[in-house]
């Protein structure tokens, strides 16, 4: 069935490290994914992105990594801040369509 | 100056009755939705239109009622509201349907008494 990521995991970091929130995806036929982050009481916000031409695509202290043999995303956080606590979520789009599929989304916990 | 907005932020209603999300967005995107999240956070996609036509529709009850008046316009209708209606409702656009990120409006708070 159509199924992207875990129930609602928490992650919980220490400030200045480095953070890995995973996501596995279902659907062989997607070729698009999006990492979005949600803040309290706010809309999912665009984070990162990548096709599934590709394996790796870095921004700014963000790095996504994807594994098509696996069916496995992953969100690297680089020098995890407090301002960075939210909800993340991992969505796929399948086949360029009209209908993103999201993940339960990961917590993430940034201690001070 | 907001991207997508909707409005009401807060609705409280009885059961039964009928009330309308409306949203808008200013950046000249051809395709908008309707999410829902529920109380564990899973957010769920209902009606994406491209166009201002009806492109996806997932399973939704037909007491949903989407309606888009023009490309930056998509309104949510709902007739005789459930409690199990009650959820974070969001709006979003994205310049196509297809390998492109969404934007999203700041959802509305819907609480079925």
């Known amino acids: 069935g159509e199924s992207v990521g875990l129930h609602l995991p928490t992650l919980s970091v220490q400030e200045g490290d480095n953070s890995i929130i995973n996501c596995a995806y279902s659907?062989?036929?997607?070729?698009?994914f999006i990492w979005y982050k949600q803040e309290s009481g706010k809309g999912p916000q665009f984070i990162i992105d990548?096709?599934?031409?590709?394996d790796k695509r870095q921004g700014q202290r963000v790095t996504v990594l994807l594994n098509k043999t696996v069916k496995h995303l992953s969100l690297q956080i680089a020098a995890t801040q407090p301002g960075d606590s939210a909800v993340y979520f991992c969505a796929e789009n399948i086949g360029g369509g009209f209908k993103t599929i999201f993940g339960a989304g990961t917590r993430l916990f940034v201690k001070a | 100056d907001t991207a997508v907005s909707q409005t009401p932020k807060y609705l409280v209603t009885q059961m039964g009755n009928d009330k309308s999300i409306k949203c808008e967005q200013n950046l000249g995107h051809d395709t908008m939705y309707w999410y829902k999240q529920d109380s564990k956070k899973f957010l769920k996609i209902m009606f994406s239109?491209?166009?201002?036509?009806?492109?996806i529709n997932e399973t939704v009850p037909n007491r949903f009622s989407p309606k888009s008046p023009d490309k930056a316009h998509l309104n949510l209708h709902i007739n005789s509201l459930e409690l199990g209606d009650s959820a974070v409702y969001f709006c979003?656009?994205?310049?196509?349907?297809?390998?492109?990120?969404?934007?999203f409006g700041q959802g509305t708070r819907l609480t079925v008494v």
């Open positions: 659907n062989s036929a997607s070729d698009y």
């Open positions: 239109y491209n166009n201002k036509e009806l492109i």
């Open positions: 979003a656009s994205s310049q196509d349907g297809g390998y492109t990120e969404a934007f």
């Open positions: 990548i096709r599934s031409n590709m």
